[in-house]
């Protein structure tokens, strides 16, 4: 089990980076501005591994109500941004509002693609419970 939680932190560090970075090319063209190099490559990864990370340990707290648990990931994803910003040198290239909207974005779209996932895997179970029902009642019969 640890090594499937592995895996999917390794492919969620990698799909936010390409995102981040992509986001990040698409500001720059508009700007024209020279806003990634590949000093930025790396930082950016560094912050995603420790967004990653941290949001895997966030999501063992539960509230009461979902809303501080979002409020939680967003406090949390927006810490590391701004803390990474300064110790990176972010701000003199770009303005600090520019990583914390691609943050959100990415988050707002991992979310929306996880609950497609979960979505899906309900429908995966049902249908295996209805099949174990239908064996069920065949061998009751």
Avoid: C, H
Avoid at 71 to 77: A, H, K, P, T, V
Avoid at 99 to 115: A, C, E, G, H, T
């Amino acid at each position: 089990m640890k090594s499937d939680n592995f895996k999917r932190i390794i492919l969620y560090v990698f799909a936010s980076t390409g995102a981040v970075l992509f986001l990040l090319a698409v500001f720059a063209m508009f700007r024209e501005n020279n806003a990634i190099n590949a000093d930025t490559i790396l930082e950016i990864t560094g912050a995603n591994i420790v967004i990653t990370i941290g949001l895997s340990l966030t999501r063992k707290i539960e509230f009461r109500y979902v809303i501080f648990e979002f409020l939680l990931d967003i406090g949390f994803m927006i810490v590391v941004i701004v803390l990474s910003g300064v110790l990176f040198d972010w701000y003199s290239r770009i303005p600090v509002w520019v990583p914390l909207v691609i943050v959100l974005l990415i988050y707002i779209l991992f979310y929306l693609l996880d609950i497609v996932r979960v979505q899906r895997d309900i429908k995966e179970i049902n249908k295996l419970l209805q099949k174990l029902k239908e064996k069920e009642a065949d061998n009751a019969s």
